[in-house]
Every structure is written in structure tokens, then in C-alpha cells.
T-cell receptor
Framework: GEDVEQSLFLSVREGDSSVINCTYTDSSSTYLYWYKQEPGAGLQLLTYIFSNMDMKQDQRLTVLLNKKDKHLSLRIADTQTGDSAIYFC????????????FGRGTSLIVHP | DTGVSQDPRHKITKRGQNVTFRCDPISEHNRLYWYRQTLGQGPEFLTYFQNEAQLEKSRLLSDRFSAERPKGSFSTLEIQRTEQGDSAMYLC???????????????FGEGSRLTVL
């Protein structure tokens, strides 16, 4: 997705925190999402945040949204080897009929 | 298994042949989406159905591509006269609410991988 940018790779040690970053361009974005894709599996929604929120926490996951800078991040606390996957940022906006636009994905590699 | 299922999982074809993919969404979901994913890229939107009506089509969907959802349940995506550039993973997703809203979580299938020789 040309409107959503992510770094391609992130490598962390097991037990450390992972932070995956995403920037988007559409100022009318209303919902922002994080999807996870494990090898051979379909994308699975991890969490989402509405654009009028700054932060959302769900167990080990923390989503931070800086609407001014159009920057979204996903923090995974106490990263485990089972968290190794590709993480996709996605946004939806009224101008796009709310159909989610995805980034290229960040491949998270967790070393034991 | 009550998730989204796609068939076939893999298809190898020669350039110029026609291929058809099928998607069975979660049964109570009235919205169905097709995306395409190439290596190293995120999913790119192709088309969207609400029940049997095709409501949105991406400019990526050339006239060689056609999608149907005749009874508002399963959907098919047909590619005619395939080209090597059509090689990709074709993803189907369904939702009960409007995708892109708080209750519009997309449930994805595992995809159908197309290789055009």
C-alpha cells in the first residue's frame, strides 16, 4: 500500500519489547489496524484503534497513535518466539469507502 | 472449521489459460472482499461484495478479471488469459460489519497461490 509505510524487518531477543512503526498519509483515516500473518496462515486482526484515541492497551499489546504526525506503533511486551510473524498496519478512511489499505508488512524475528 | 476457506490453495498454469478461485466466507457474513498479495507486499484491494452486489472494484481489476457472488454466499474470482504478472496470492476475506469500522474485522482465508509460467 503506497499510502501506508512500514519498515520491513525487526529482530529482537526473546523477552525484550518489540516496537513496530507505521506511517500513513490519509488525514481522514478513521480506523487503524494491526494484523498478524504467520507462515501459511491468513491474516488475523490483532487490534485496532479509532482515530480519536491516543493509546489502546490489550494484554501484551500497546498501540500508540500520533494523529498529528500520522504515526502508529505497536509495542509487544515480553516478546516470545511465537510472536515471530509478519505484522501489517492498515488504515481505513471515509474517502476510501472504509476499505482497509495495508502496508507492506514488518517481518518480526524473535531470537531465543 | 467455520473460518474462511479458499480453493484451490495452489494453482500453476500456463500463460494464456483461464483460472478460477473460489471463496467460502464465514456463513453469517454478508460482506466479502478479494485482495491480492505479491511477495514482499501487503494485500492490495481488488473488489468487495455486500451480499450478491459487487459494490467496489479497484482499478487493479482489469477486464481480464471477473468476480461473482451469485447467491450472496460463496464467491468466485476468474482470471482470463493469465499473464505472468498475475502470479500472486489471492486472498479472500469476509466480515459481518462494514470493513474499516470498529465492528468490521476482516477474517481472511489462507489464500490461493497462483503461479503463471
Amino acid at each position: 500500500g503506497e499510502d501506508v509505510e512500514q519498515s520491513l524487518f525487526l529482530s529482537v531477543r526473546e523477552g525484550d519489547s518489540s516496537v513496530i512503526n507505521c506511517t500513513y498519509t490519509d488525514s481522514s483515516s478513521t480506523y487503524l489496524y494491526w494484523y498478524k500473518q504467520e507462515p501459511g496462515a491468513g491474516l488475523q486482526l490483532l487490534t485496532y484503534i479509532f482515530s480519536n484515541m491516543d493509546m489502546k492497551q490489550d494484554q501484551r499489546l500497546t498501540v500508540l497513535l500520533n494523529k498529528k504526525d500520522k504515526h502508529l506503533s505497536l509495542r509487544i511486551a515480553d516478546t516470545q518466539t511465537g510472536d515471530s510473524a509478519i505484522y501489517f498496519c492498515a488504515e481505513s478512511a471515509t474517502g476510501g469507502s472504509y476499505i482497509p489499505t495495508f502496508g507492506r508488512g514488518t517481518s518480526l524475528i524473535v531470537h531465543p | 472449521d467455520t473460518g474462511v476457506s479458499q480453493d484451490p490453495r495452489h494453482k500453476i498454469t500456463k500463460r494464456g489459460q483461464n483460472v478460477t478461485f473460489r471463496c467460502d466466507p464465514i456463513s453469517e457474513h454478508n460482506r466479502l472482499y478479494w485482495y491480492r498479495q505479491t511477495l514482499g507486499q501487503g494485500p492490495e484491494f481488488l473488489t468487495y461484495f455486500q451480499n450478491e452486489a459487487q459494490l467496489e472494484k479497484s482499478r487493479l481489476l482489469s477486464d481480464r478479471f471477473s468476480a461473482e457472488r451469485p447467491k450472496g454466499s460463496f464467491s468466485t474470482l476468474e482470471i482470463q488469459r493469465t499473464e505472468q504478472g498475475d502470479s500472486a496470492m489471492y486472498l479472500c476475506a469476509s466480515s459481518s460489519g462494514l470493513a474499516g469500522t470498529g465492528n468490521g474485522e476482516l477474517f481472511f482465508g489462507e489464500g490461493s497461490r497462483l503461479t503463471v509460467l
